[in-house]
């Protein structure tokens, strides 16, 4: 099947599992991209899934997308799905616009067996019972709209296989994009060699077939070209980035004055533990009068145990977690810090999160505890944003950069060096890779 109108605007059947009403960073690629496609020539058909049981919901972030933007959700035998059918949360969660509950927000006998068999029992991922949902009605949105290319986040893989799918049966072409790698993400539970094996193969069916293959990173752009030479030339990358809208309108959050604040925006999960606990230690490492004028807050979720670290550490009074708050409001925080500051696990060299982006934008400096040779301090040095480094497991270092920070009074970051990660110009380049695809 081909667009029956060649003179009309080409449109992408846009394939998102994860997409607003959900909330949380893996959303926040797909809901840009959708919302600047059409000012790069394309319109986006968007292909999703109806409510789930998530850990958290910003239905505000619906309202970025312009008007006219068709939005197709499906149902889906995935237990994200299920569950929110069984305890009808989807449709709570959708009305209060933000919801914290479900697998992810209890530590239940029974959710942690479901943790523990979960890599066994669904293959490729949890949401491989919404494939069928997603080729069945893929097939008729192509028929409706004529779409002249499928785009799939990488994210799950599951869509990457419904993209694949699609494109064998409808003719059309398909890139998919890699936000966090398949075989090469550092966090994917492979419980077998067997189950090894199997993703390696259809990651080879889904990077082969593809029109164009779109990678965060370099790193991981050269992995996939080493490991399939064929496509090698249809690799790109798009690193994520900001959107410069979502600032224009935020104003700081109110800060006490003579305040030092340094503010920390995401979700904190289990794997940050020992990087957090470095943070404390060096927080710990201040004299009395700079922990007396500093503030640490943590917007966003955090993982079960964290704020006992910090009681732990003697800190409550110091450093506090305000939770997930809607994206407008977490930016406010944001934009209110002399500092912010980036957690990656120790060891991790090629995790690049989506939230380095938004601190670039707000152009405070970054208290950085990653990895100097990693993939995030590659980031900050082409931002000219690297001077505060510090590895995630250093205590000591990370103390004397944040002593360093204060000294230097907390100086902004080069706008013009920042900018090269505006969403805009990453869609652009997307919309390349589409003109690629069909050309």
Not at 280 to 299: I, N, P
Not at 405 to 426: I, T
Request: charge should be positive; glycine fraction near 8%; aromatic fraction near 8%.
């Amino acid at each position: 099947m081909t667009n029956a109108n060649p003179t009309a605007r080409p449109r992408v059947l846009f394939l998102a599992y994860l997409f607003p009403p959900t909330g949380g960073g893996g959303v926040q690629r797909s809901l840009k991209f959708v919302k600047y496609l059409p000012d790069a020539g394309w319109d986006p058909v968007v292909l999703t899934v109806k409510p789930i049981s998530y850990y958290v919901y910003d239905r505000s972030l619906l309202d970025e997308l312009p008007p006219g933007i068709h939005i197709e959700r499906t149902g889906s035998l995935d237990p994200l799905r299920m569950s929110a059918v069984l305890m009808r949360d989807g449709k709570r969660a959708a009305a209060a616009g933000r919801v914290q509950h479900g697998v992810y927000s209890t530590g239940s006998t029974a959710v942690s067996w479901y943790r523990r068999v979960r890599p066994y029992v669904f293959f490729p991922d949890t949401q491989i019972g919404w494939i069928p949902f997603a080729v069945r009605r893929g097939l008729q949105l192509i028929k409706r709209h004529r779409p002249s290319v499928i785009y799939s986040p990488g994210a799950p893989y599951s869509s990457a296989i419904a993209a694949n799918l699609l494109s064998r049966l409808s003719g059309l072409p398909y890139v998919v994009d890699f936000r966090d790698g398949w075989t090469d993400d550092s966090y994917q539970i492979v419980p077998t060699e067997l189950h090894r094996s199997a993703h390696r193969s259809l990651e080879g069916l889904v990077v082969t077939g593809a029109a164009g293959v779109c990678v965060y990173g370099k790193w991981l752009g050269d992995r996939l070209a080493e490991r399939y030479p064929q496509s090698a030339s249809r690799i790109v990358e798009i690193t994520n980035g900001f959107d410069p809208a979502d600032l224009s309108d935020v104003a700081p959050a109110p800060k006490p004055d003579g305040v030092r604040r340094i503010v920390y925006s995401g979700s904190l999960f289990p794997h940050h533990r020992d990087a957090l606990k470095a943070v404390l230690r060096g927080v710990l490492r201040l004299s009395e009068q700079q922990r007396r004028t500093l503030e640490v807050l943590f917007v966003g979720q955090a993982f079960d145990g964290a704020s006992h670290e910090v009681a732990a550490a003697g800190l409550s009074d110091t450093v506090r977690f305000l939770g997930y708050l809607p994206h407008a409001r977490a930016l406010s925080y944001l934009l209110s810090a002399d500092a912010s500051l980036l957690l990656v696990r120790s060891g991790d060299l090629a995790s690049v999160t989506g939230k380095v982006f938004e601190l670039l934008a707000a152009k405070r400096p970054i208290l950085a505890a990653v990895e100097p040779e990693g993939e995030c301090a590659r980031i900050l040095r082409l931002a000219c944003a690297d001077r505060w480094i510090a590895a995630p497991n250093d205590s000591e270092a990370i103390a004397a950069r944040m002593r360093d920070l204060f000294e230097a009074n907390c100086p902004a970051l080069d706008a013009a060096a920042v900018d090269q990660f505006s969403r805009v110009r990453q869609t652009r380049t997307l919309a390349s890779m589409f003109d690629t695809a069909i050309a």
